[in-house]
Nanobody, 119 residues
Framework: QVQLVESGGRLVQAGGSLRLSCVASARTLGVYAVGWFRQAPGNEREFVARIRWIGGNTYYADSVKGRFTISRDNANNTVYLHMNSLKPEDTAVYYC????????????WGQGTQVTVSS
């Protein structure tokens, strides 16, 4: 139903910055929120940040508070993840996902974009 495409991941040095984008191929009028997740090799997928589609309320994992900022452009069906002060432990495949409602699980996922932070 809703297709999400992430982009912007690349190799960066520790302390650098990067902006990831997530573009939905369909209208997101019924979407409650969009979140960013990441998964490093040998690790479980972890929550990074989310933003409510209407209103723009944000929530962050403790590990990225003060460094990452999530934002969205409702008109263009795009969500951004601005990452500053990157650390090697931020290295992971980053995924965006859409939450259909406040009481559901994330249903729609993008293909992921690789972020690699060198020491």
């Amino acid at each position: 139903q809703v297709q999400l495409v992430e982009s912007g991941g690349r190799l960066v040095q520790a302390g650098g910055s990067l902006r990831l984008s997530c573009v939905a191929s369909a209208r997101t009028l019924g979407v409650y929120a969009v979140g960013w997740f990441r998964q490093a090799p040998g690790n479980e997928r972890e929550f990074v940040a989310r933003i409510r589609w209407i209103g723009g309320n944000t929530y962050y994992a403790d590990s990225v508070k003060g460094r990452f900022t999530i934002s969205r452009d409702n008109a263009n069906n795009t969500v951004y993840l601005h990452m500053n002060s990157l650390k090697p432990e931020d290295t992971a495949v980053y995924y965006c996902a859409a939450l259909p409602s406040a009481v559901s699980a994330y249903q729609y996922w993008g293909q992921g974009t690789q972020v690699t932070v060198s020491s």
